[in-house]
C-alpha cells in the first residue's frame, strides 16, 4: 500500500515538471505572459555606491524583497486597506467576500504562469506566492482605478482607502519601477476581468491590455500608447519612450558624418565620447538647454516629461477614463516630475541637451531601467532577429527590439563631465538642476557611478552618428582653443592633486617630502656656498 502511495506521489511529482516545463514554453512568445520576463540586476552593474538604487525605499511588489527589512512592512497595512476599497468598488453591496474569492481562486490558478514569469527561482509555496500575488495585484490595480476611474467605479468603503495619498509619495512610484520588484501584469488582467467585467472585457485579450497598460502609465502621469506586450510594469514603462521615436537602423551611412556602419569593432571605439563639456566648448561647440521640447532631438529622457505628474492624460480610444485622468491632476506634478527629462540635440556646431532634474529618486530609476535594457538585450536580442518585426506605424515599437538609451545617455553625460569644471559648466547653463544642493566634486562623481559597468554594445545608430561628429568637430580659432584645453588640463590636474592630497594620509606624506626636498637642498647650497 505504502509502495502504490509513493509511486503516486512520483508520479504526480512528474506530472508538475512537465506541466511546468510546459508553461515555460508557451510562454515564450505569448503578448504579456512572458518567461523569464522578471530579471534580477547583474552583478557588473552593483558597486557600493549604487547599490542602494536598487532596493525599495518604502514598498516592495513581488516575492524579491518580501520580509526582506522591517521598514517595508510598514506598507503591508496600506496594500491591505487598498485591497478592501477595492473590493468595495465590484459589485452590490455586501459582496466584497464573494470577489475575495474569485480572486483567490484565479491567483491560484495562475500559479505556474507566475513562477515562469522569473528568471530566479520562487522558493516559496503555492499559498504564500499566491498571498503575495493577490495583495500586490489588488494595490497596483486600485491605485490604477483611484487615479483612472475613480469615479466610474466608486469605493464604498467608509473611511475611503489610502491611494490618493500613495500616490502623491514619489518614493513609492519611483519602488514601482525597480527591476526586481515587479509581479507579472499577468496578475492584473486575472483580477481586473473578475472584479469589473463590463469595464475590462474577458472575452477581449487586446482591448482589455489596452486600458490596463494606459492606466498604469496614468499612475505615473504618461500619456497613451497603442497595445505593446508588456509583461510588466518596467517593460511598460521603458516601452513608452521607445513609441516615441521609431527604433533606427542598426546601421548608418554618411561619409560626411564618418559613420560607416556599427560594428563590434567600432561600437565601442565611435560611442565613447572623447571630449568633455569644457574641450566641446573650447572646440567651438556651443552648449545650450533645449528650451523649446517641440523640437525634437535625439531624445531619450523627453517623453518623461510628464514622468509624475504635469499634463492632462490622454486616451483616445477610451472616452470615459480620459474625463477621470483629466480631472485628476496631481497638485504635486512639478515636484514629481522632476528627474528624468533629458534630450540631445547636436546641430551645426550647436549641442542642446535639456534640463537634468537631479532628486532623490533619479538615480534608482535611471539605474534601474539601464539594468532592464542589459537584461532585454540579452533575453530577446535573438528573437527580435528572428521575428523580423516591422510596421508601417512610427509610433509602433517592436518590444522585441532592445532599445539602449538609457543606457547611452549614461554614457554620453559621463563623457561630458571629467571633472568638477565641466559640471559647474553645465550647471551654469541650467542643464544639471540639482535639488539635493551636492558640490560640484559630488555631481561627478555621481555621474560616473551612473555609468558604471554598463555595456557599450547597447548601441542605437543616431547616437553613434552625434557623438562622432562632436568627437571631430573643430572650428574654434586654433590658438584660442589651444589656450583653452591647456586651462582646463590644468584646472583638471589642479583637482587631481586635491582629490589625491586628501585621500588618507597623503598630504601628510606629501608635506613631508616636500620638506625633506627642502632640506636636502637648503644642505646641498649650504655645503657649496661654504666652500
Not at 537602423?249 to 560607416?260: I, M, R
Not at 528624468?340 to 532623490?360: C, M
Not at 532599445?403 to 550647471?427: H, M, N, Y
Request: overall charge neutral; hydrophobic content about 40%; glycine content about 4%.
Amino acid at each position: 500500500m505504502a509502495s502504490t502511495q509513493t509511486v503516486e506521489n512520483e508520479t504526480q511529482m512528474m506530472n508538475d515538471w512537465l506541466n511546468s516545463i510546459q508553461t515555460l514554453l508557451k510562454s515564450v512568445d505569448h503578448d504579456y505572459i512572458q518567461s523569464c520576463s522578471i530579471s534580477i540586476v547583474p552583478e557588473e552593474l552593483k558597486n557600493s555606491s549604487n547599490e542602494d538604487a536598487y532596493m525599495p525605499r518604502v514598498v516592495s511588489i513581488g516575492p524579491r524583497f518580501k520580509g526582506s527589512r522591517e521598514d517595508l512592512l510598514l506598507m503591508e497595512e496600506v496594500k491591505l486597506r487598498s485591497m478592501l476599497s477595492l473590493l468595495h468598488r465590484a459589485g452590490k453591496a455586501g459582496e466584497p467576500k464573494t470577489y475575495l474569492q474569485k480572486c483567490s481562486k484565479a491567483i491560484w490558478k495562475i500559479d505556474k504562469q507566475v513562477r515562469a514569469s522569473y528568471v530566479s527561482n520562487i522558493k516559496l509555496e503555492n499559498t504564500e506566492l499566491a498571498k503575495i500575488m493577490l495583495v500586490d495585484g489588488c494595490f497596483l490595480l486600485e491605485l490604477m482605478i483611484a487615479k483612472g476611474m475613480d469615479s466610474q467605479l466608486p469605493s464604498r468603503l467608509n473611511p475611503p482607502g489610502p491611494a490618493p495619498e500613495v500616490l502623491k509619495d514619489e518614493d513609492v512610484l519611483s519602488d514601482l519601477m525597480l527591476l526586481e520588484n515587479q509581479i507579472p501584469i499577468l496578475v492584473l488582467h486575472e483580477l481586473s476581468k473578475i472584479l469589473f467585467p463590463n469595464v475590462f472585457d474577458p472575452t477581449s485579450r487586446e482591448e482589455r491590455a489596452t486600458i490596463i497598460n494606459n492606466l498604469v502609465l496614468s499612475v505615473f502621469s504618461y500619456s497613451q500608447v497603442s497595445n505593446p506586450e508588456a509583461p510588466h510594469v518596467l517593460d511598460l514603462v521603458h516601452f513608452y519612450v521607445n513609441s516615441r521615436k521609431k527604433v533606427e537602423s542598426e546601421n548608418v551611412e554618411s561619409p560626411d558624418n564618418h559613420v560607416v556602419g556599427i560594428t563590434e569593432k567600432n561600437r565601442k571605439l565611435k560611442l565613447k565620447l572623447t571630449r568633455c563639456a569644457s574641450r566641446l566648448v573650447a572646440a567651438g561647440v556651443s552648449i545650450k538647454v533645449i528650451e523649446d521640447n517641440k523640437h525634437r532631438g535625439i531624445s531619450c529622457f523627453g517623453w518623461m516629461r510628464n514622468f509624475f505628474g504635469g499634463g492632462f492624460i490622454k486616451l483616445g480610444n477610451m472616452l470615459v477614463v480620459t474625463n477621470e485622468m483629466d480631472k485628476q491632476v496631481d497638485e504635486t506634478a512639478d515636484e514629481q516630475t522632476r528627474g528624468f527629462n533629458f534630450e540631445f540635440k547636436f546641430e551645426k556646431g550647436k549641442l542642446e541637451i535639456a534640463e537634468l532634474h537631479i532628486t532623490k529618486t533619479t538615480k534608482a530609476k535611471w539605474r534601474n531601467v539601464i539594468a532592464w535594457e542589459h537584461h532585454k538585450k540579452n533575453w530577446k536580442s535573438s528573437s527580435s532577429m528572428a521575428s523580423g518585426y516591422e510596421s508601417g506605424d512610427e509610433n509602433l515599437v517592436s518590444t522585441s527590439s532592445p532599445s539602449g538609451k538609457f543606457t547611452l545617455s549614461s554614457l554620453i553625460f559621463d563623457g561630458l563631465i571629467c571633472c568638477a569644471d565641466d559640471v559647474k559648466l553645465l550647471k551654469e547653463k541650467n542643464i544639471i538642476v540639482d535639488h539635493l544642493k551636492m558640490n560640484d566634486e559630488e555631481l561627478e562623481e555621481y555621474f560616473h557611478t551612473m555609468s558604471f559597468g554598463v555595456d557599450r554594445a547597447i548601441v542605437d545608430s543616431s547616437y553613434v552618428k552625434m557623438v562622432d561628429e562632436l568627437n571631430n568637430y573643430s572650428k574654434g580659432f586654433f590658438v584660442l582653443r589651444i589656450l583653452k584645453i591647456l586651462w582646463h588640463l590644468f584646472k583638471f590636474r589642479l583637482e587631481w592633486l586635491v582629490n589625491f592630497l586628501k585621500q588618507n594620509y597623503n598630504f601628510v606624506a606629501a608635506l613631508v617630502a616636500v620638506l625633506s626636498l627642502v632640506q636636502t637642498v637648503y644642505t646641498i647650497l649650504a655645503y657649496y656656498l661654504n666652500k
